[in-house]
């Protein structure tokens, strides 16, 4: 979402800061702006703008001589896209900054400080940049204040603070939200995003969680390190093609992007969690307003999208309580629907330009839901921009047709907004710290699976003469199973389908032979004594049976076998989608299918 760029130098800055936002376009951003100190008079000089960075590059003079400088685009989340919202912030034309994340506590700061500044704007960055004025105006000292300053909030961030006071020096610091610094010959940088510095250095130290950092032309201090571990800390990336863009060392972008999730998954959750609850407005300016209101939900969406939204069905009803429809766009923008009530629309797209998804979204208003929300991978895409609020799936670029790690970040994201509408609908905090507590825990999970690739692909060995497939799942783990069907058929072109276990008896058992390999998604969860059930109808008729599952079935004799890691339930769905993933592709390179274009398949359907 929101990008930071800065910079501190002995040459003049401007440039290097545009060049960095305009990197950084790929967040997703709808104001933009920077600000630098003018060596001449000694004051800040700033300039910010409405809609693209270009309109910010044609409005600032890159002759320029400050040296010394920070610049930010942002995505609103407190207030809305306008000049006066847009960062950077400045206080009594002395302290500026530029700042990613939520300060959740700024209503009660703001109660404070009204006493003796005048605020311009309902921003919580507007709050932080006066509190950072007060702190080191008291301390008399630049770092001691905004340490001090950086005590009182809640929240997550990443910031970044320049004062007049002390012209030569930049000070930083991230809860939550990541931050980079480049370091340069006579010159250092900070970043939201090592790709917005490329073009000035390819050495970097990743700033660690709640760490401050001092940063002058010439020098890096960082508070509570000594300087030989700023040493060792720092990342030299090779001068390589974009790594969004590239395979790298993969053979194909499938399993790049498979590869890619653990980070994917860390990226999405940044600066949206705190210690134990979900930031809602991550979820947009209007989002504490009009999920207040919500009294049921309507998922949208098509393909894998869809499946994500079967996923969250569960979770909504399961955790919040709250009655949840999910419908394949295609079926429902042409049929007459009965709304209930307060009803939230959330629609769920890669591209953010699936044509029947965004039809479903534009007949919001007539159909009289209360609000729309989109979950989408591309920034200013179509239903992005049409939507009443937005959460952006911070995946990155996903070049294969086939989805991936934008499904597995579609069903984080989904769990964070059923986190974010149980905050009012007496759900206990102990079931959200429990949640946020899966959640971070999430990515480590997902590369223990990975880490079963090579099991994975000996099972796919075993596909290579089959023309059919049948899928198995139970409760959330159905769509999962559903998902897998779709990626076996996407890219290996093996007929596949899907059902829920228990309906076996009622058509699909007749199938069942010696030649119809059976795949059951089966954690040790409530169901798994009725899984176990079910697998053993398949057994009983000569079917083959592979069983991804964390439990005592696995192993079997006459069973073909993934032992997947414990995970708490929550999150199981999530990270069962990987070995799907992995199965399929390994069987499509077996069968020397194009992986990453299949047949008759696009990226981004457009069309009906």
Known sequence: ??????????????????????????????????????????????????????????????????????????????????????HPHVSQEKVTVVHNGIIENHHLLREELETTYAFETDTDTEVLVHLLDREISAAGDFTQGVSKALEQLKGAYAITVMHVDYPSKLLAARVGSPLVIGIGIGENFVASDPQALRPVTNRFLFLEEGEIVELTSIDISIKGANQLAIDDRIIELDDVQDTATSKGHFRHFMLKEIYDQPDAVRHTLEGRLTSDSILVPSFGVDAESIFQKVKAVQIVACGSSYYAGMVARYWFEDVVGVPCNVEVASELRYRKITVLPNTLLVTISQSGETADTLAAQRAAI???????????????????????????????????????????????????????????????????????????????????????????????????????????????????????????????????????????????????????????????????????????????????????????????????????????????????????????????????????????????????
């Open 366 to 608: 007539d159909r009289n839901y209360l609000a729309s929300l989109c979950i989408c991978n591309v920034p200013n895409s179509t239903m992005v921009r049409e939507s009443d609020l937005c959460l952006m799936l911070n995946a990155g670029i996903e070049v294969c047709v086939a989805s991936t790690k934008a499904f597995t970040n579609q069903l984080t994201d989904l769990l964070m907004l059923v986190m974010a509408l149980g905050d009012y609908h007496d759900m206990k905090p102990s079931a959200h710290r429990e949640i946020v507590q899966s959640l971070k825990e999430l990515p480590r999970v997902l590369e223990e699976v990975l880490s079963l690739d090579k099991h994975i692909q000996e099972m796919a060995e075993k596909f290579v003469e089959k023309q059919h497939a049948l899928f198995l799942g139970r409760g959330v783990h159905y769509p999962i199973a559903l998902e897998g069907s779709l990626k076996l058929k996407e890219i290996s072109y093996i007929h596949a389908e899907a059902y829920p276990a228990g309906e076996l008896k009622h058509g699909p058992l007749a199938l069942v032979d010696n030649d119809m390999p059976v795949i059951a998604v089966a954690p040790g969860d409530q169901l798994l004594e009725k899984l176990k059930s079910n697998l053993e109808e398949v057994k009983a008729r000569g079917g083959e049976l592979f069983v991804i599952g964390d439990h005592q079935i696995v192993g079997e004799d006459d069973t073909h076998s993934i032992r997947m890691p414990v995970c708490d339930n929550i999150i199981s769905p999530i990270v069962y989608a990987l070995p799907m993933q992995l199965l399929a592709y390994h069987v499509a390179v077996f069968k020397g299918t194009d992986v990453d274009q299949p047949r008759n398949l696009a990226k981004s359907v457009t069309v009906e």
């Open 1 to 86: 979402m929101c990008g930071i760029v800065a910079a501190v130098t002995r040459r003049k800055v401007t440039g290097i800061l545009l060049e960095g936002l305009q990197r950084l376009r790929y967040r997703g951003y709808d104001s933009a702006g920077l600000c630098v100190i003018d060596p001449t008079t000694g004051k800040l000089s700033r300039t910010r703008r409405v809609g693209d960075v270009d309109e910010l590059v044609k409005a600032c003079d890159k002759d320029h001589t400050g040296i010394i400088g920070i610049a930010h685009t942002r995505w609103a989340t407190h207030g809305k896209p306008t000049i006066e919202n847009a």
